[in-house]
């Protein structure tokens, strides 16, 4: 099972609003949708949210992520910012899989290099390749590549696999934007696809509302 993606941004949104009605009424038309939001600060940093989602045989499947800011440490040969990263993935209440991870990045501007963990205990690595910024604006409809990048075992020398990774930018409601981040690619054979929802308020707020990951062949969508 792959990682949820590490390299997500602190949303600074700017606010969209309506007027409402005319003609005589008395009543006020449905305000319209957030349409636009400031490019983000990296990295981002995530409250501990748990989801859930329930696959086809009726059980129950949660997962919980976290990010938090750490200190400087040494990766590929750099001084790097460090963001620690906690993944909980669980079946009727069992856990099947963790991950815990650091996620290394240059400042000033921001670069970010790769991340380093184990996953139910097995090292690895990753080294991203290629980084494009955000726009300075998000606007409903904006696409576009984030990074792509390769994987290599804990030792740092054997290439596992691959991954790239995207995003969209869609409407959400009159106060947020939803922020889509996909992920393809493969790892150790398992092929991966994988999309992380962040909603956006008009005040920065952000929240991870939803993932949709493949577990055991089956998409599932925990929100």
Not at 83 to 99: D, F, R, W
Not at 157 to 166: F, Y
């Amino acid at each position: 099972m792959k990682r949820l993606s590490t390299f997500l941004l602190v949303l600074v949104t700017a606010a969209v609003t309506s007027c409402g009605g005319g003609g005589g009424s008395s009543g006020t038309a449905p305000a319209q949708n957030l349409h636009a939001a400031n490019s983000p600060a990296q990295p981002m940093e995530i409250a501990s949210t748990t989801l859930t989602a329930t696959d086809t045989s009726g059980n129950t499947w949660t997962v919980t992520y976290s990010a938090a800011a750490g200190g400087m440490a040494m990766f590929n040969g750099q001084n790097a910012n460090t963001t620690v990263i906690g993944l909980t993935v669980s079946e009727n209440g069992t856990v099947i899989a963790t991950e815990d991870s650091t996620a290394y990045y240059l400042s000033n501007p921001y670069s970010p290099l790769g991340l380093a963990g184990t996953t139910n205990g097995t090292a690895f690595m990753f080294l991203i390749t290629s980084f494009t910024p955000l726009p300075s604006t998000l606007t409903v409809g904006d696409s576009g590549p984030l990074f792509s990048g390769t994987y290599y075992d804990g030792t740092g020398m054997n290439v596992t696999g691959s991954l790239t990774e995207t995003y969209t930018v869609t409407a959400d409601s009159p106060t947020a934007v939803f922020l889509n981040i996909n992920g393809t690619g493969s790892n150790n054979g398992s092929q991966i696809s994988e999309t992380e929802v962040f909603s956006v308020t008009n005040s920065g707020a952000v929240t991870l509302v939803e993932v949709k990951l493949a577990v055991n062949g089956e998409t599932l969508d925990f929100k």
